[in-house]
């Protein structure tokens, strides 16, 4: 096979890369768009299929200008085009981070945008092992976002108050939850003569049984979280 031949692509080879790009990338934008965020299913098929024609361009685009080095001073490079591919998805990904009250979010939808484009690149340049591989890869970390949220949240540390109906005994208060780590344990009396039992850093796992526990205690009249 001559060099022009390894670098020519068919009508129907070039539909059939562009068409496995962007149902690869609709299917990781599918899990982003279920699960609430703007960059969705088209979103991230625009984008492996961007990706996936700047692939083809890098192979396919340049046939007429492949000959042998000796009798030309022209130079292809395949892999330029699909290097600024790598580049240029970074200001989409960028768009997708927001800073909210102290914590960045959409860092894992820019991720996802940014594997969508290698998803693309890879199918655009027939190499369909890896776009497979990395879409498969994908949706199994972003599918296991959800349940690790649950195990997080399930771990986290909070902060609960706990009102009783009359005066308790603090010492009494203190043994009672000495059970659970935690921080730190205060009663205070209201204005309505009620006393006011705080925790600190107890988890969401633990909120059920302790409030069980200490409505063995008194009348409990209110509770918050957070």
């Known amino acids: 096979m001559g060099l022009i031949d390894a670098a020519s692509l068919s009508d129907w080879g070039v539909i059939g890369r562009l068409a496995v790009a962007t149902g690869l990338g609709a299917l990781i ?6 699960d609430g965020h703007d960059a969705g299913m088209r979103t991230h098929a625009l984008l492996a299929l961007g990706s996936a024609v700047f692939g083809v361009i890098s192979v396919g685009g340049f046939a007429d200008f492949i000959v042998e080095r000796a ?3 022209v130079q292809v490079d395949v892999t330029r085009i699909a290097s600024y591919v790598a580049a240029g998805v970074g200001f989409l990904g960028g768009g997708a981070i927001l800073k909210q009250n102290h914590r960045v979010r959409g860092l894992t939808t820019a991720a996802s945008l940014w594997a969508c484009a290698a998803v693309g690149l890879a199918a655009g340049v ?3 092992s890896a776009a497979i591989v990395a879409t498969v890869a994908a949706l199994m970390m972003l599918l296991l976002d959800a349940p690790m949220r649950r195990i997080r949240r399930r771990h986290l540390k909070r902060s609960m108050s706990v009102t009783f109906a009359g005066i308790v005994d603090p010492q009494r208060m203190t043994t009672t939850l ?6 730190k344990v205060s009663v205070t009396a209201n204005d309505l003569s009620q006393s006011v039992v705080t925790l600190e850093g107890i988890t969401e796992h633990d909120v059920e049984s302790v409030l069980r526990q200490l ?4 009348e409990v009249v209110g509770t918050a979280i957070w």
């Open 178 to 183: 000495a059970t659970w780590a935690l921080h």
């Open 215 to 218: 409505g063995e205690q008194g």
């Open 71 to 73: 009798t030309s001073n």
């Open 29 to 34: 934008g599918f899990e982003r768009e279920i």
């Open 126 to 128: 027939g190499f369909y």
